[in-house]
């Protein structure tokens, strides 16, 4: 059986590493553990002949696949998961069905027509397009919009940063499905709050509109993880995740290894 490299930054998801370490020693394959320096200086030399995947953080995930370090990497192409470059083809299945994308300081500028536009008076509902997520998504009141209430000066600089902005939804239970070649392969409830686990992902309704997005989209790369809510009685895409630096909350980690090795396996350069 040939072997995989799999590079693991195990402290940005503490929770969920320890089965994934375990499920990739159990498989026979290779665990590197990733140093910052790394990605900020030059990589180690990696053998061209092993297949390499990488799982951490967004930003070294990123780093990754703009410098092409290893094969397959860290399935990252930035641009592929922005919202605007996949939201058009998803649009039977998404959760906001009405919304823009424009850069942040001209929505604050021209909050209130911007709000109208989409049907919304006092709140919407502002998330990045990139899916580096240099803020996180929130509810903001229309008149209190800002620079400032965006997290302007934390994780980024330009006041042109494109953003998405959509009604507010009222959002209840969410999942997180791990998709390989159109195949959802394993999946797990979480808490959008605390950023937990909360479930198997045993919900069938919620699996089955996992299946249909993973199987009829034409998809951002060949492996991403896609997140599914339920609002009132019915069932919602919410967003498509790079795997690189996706948390995998109660996900069978088993089955990920196993697709996502085989994956790697099976395209890598001979």
């Known amino acids: 059986m040939t072997s995989v490299t799999w590079i693991l930054e195990s402290d940005v998801f503490p929770n969920s590493h320890g089965r994934l ?48 370090i290893g094969n397959p990497g860290s399935f990252c192409p930035v641009n592929e998961f922005c919202c605007t470059a996949w939201y058009p083809r998803a649009s039977r299945w998404l959760m906001h069905q009405d919304w823009r994308c424009l850069p942040a300081n001209e929505l604050i500028a021209n909050a209130t027509d911007v709000a109208a536009g989409i049907g919304c008076l006092d709140r919407v509902f502002v998330r990045p397009d990139s899916p580096l997520k240099p803020f996180i ?43 390989v070649q159109g195949r959802v392969v394993a999946g797990s409830g979480y808490d959008a709050g605390t950023r937990r686990a909360v479930d198997s992902g045993g919900d069938g309704k919620a699996r089955d509109l996992a299946d249909e997005v993973a199987s009829s989209m034409p998809s951002p790369c060949p492996v991403y993880v896609l997140d599914v809510c339920q609002v009132g009685g019915e069932y919602h895409l919410v967003e498509l995740n790079p795997f690189g630096g996706a948390d995998l909350y109660d996900c069978d980690a088993a089955a990920i290894v196993s697709a996502v090795s085989n994956y790697a396996i099976q395209n890598h350069p001979r």
Request: charged share 25%; hydrophobic share 45%.
């Open 137 to 179: 998504g929130r509810v903001l009141d229309v008149d209190s919009i800002s620079l400032k209430a965006l997290d302007h000066g934390f994780y980024y600089e330009e006041e042109t940063l494109p953003v998405i902005v959509a009604p507010v939804v009222e959002v209840g239970r969410e999942w997180r499905f791990v998709v």
């Open 21 to 68: 370490r375990e499920a990739i020693s159990e498989a026979g394959h290779r665990i590197v553990d990733s140093q910052d320096e790394w990605w900020l200086h030059e990589p180690p030399e990696f053998n061209p002949e092993i297949p390499v995947i990488f799982h951490g953080s967004l930003g070294n995930a990123a780093v990754i696949e703009m410098k092409a």
